[in-house]
């Protein structure tokens, strides 16, 4: 392409990170999950193609787009990353099924301790029910 830089480790955290974000607030962790495991194999070669296809006319688009493009394409092709991105999803996903998982078992946990009080009303009721029915028929 035209623009030829080196990204530091830190830039290709930035964003996988900033792709990590856009996919967790638009709610599509699966299908990224699908989508990154199924373009892991040929990660190379597309990015690769893209770079061929696009090179002549990102220049047209300005120096900004056509530098975060070829940021992208340098992250993206090689699959360590979208590894890490798919593992980053991943660990996303498994703390929010813990997150519900532990807000169930809590709803539940109320539930019952509900339960328990109800009963514990109703039984209140009957005995000082039984007291009232005796106490009625025990006239002076």
Request: glycine share 4%.
């Given at each position: ?6 990204l530091t480790?830190?830039?290709i ?6 792709t ?10 699966t299908?990224?999950?699908?989508t990154?495991?199924?373009i ?9 193609l893209?770079?061929a ?13 056509g530098?975060?493009?070829?940021k992208?394409?340098q ?5 360590e990353n979208i590894?890490r991105l798919?593992?980053?999803i ?7 099924e813990a997150?519900?998982?532990a807000k169930?078992k809590?709803?539940?946990?109320a539930?019952?301790e509900?339960?328990k009080r ?9 005995e000082?029910?039984k007291?009232?029915?005796?106490s009625?028929f025990k006239?002076?």
């Open positions: 392409m035209y623009w030829e830089i080196e480790p830190e830039e955290e930035e964003t996988l990170q900033a990590y974000d856009k996919i967790i607030h638009f709610k599509m962790e299908m990224a999950i699908l990154l495991e199924s892991k194999p040929w990660s190379y070669v597309g990015g690769e893209l770079r296809a696009l090179a002549p006319i990102m220049p047209a688009f300005g120096e900004g787009l530098l975060t493009s070829e992208m394409l992250v993206f092709e090689k699959r590894e798919i593992q980053m991943e660990e996303s996903l498994q703390k929010e997150e519900r998982r169930k809590a709803e539940k946990a539930k019952e509900q339960k109800d009963q514990a009303v109703k039984d209140a009721l009957r000082a029910e007291k009232n029915r005796n009625l006239l002076p």
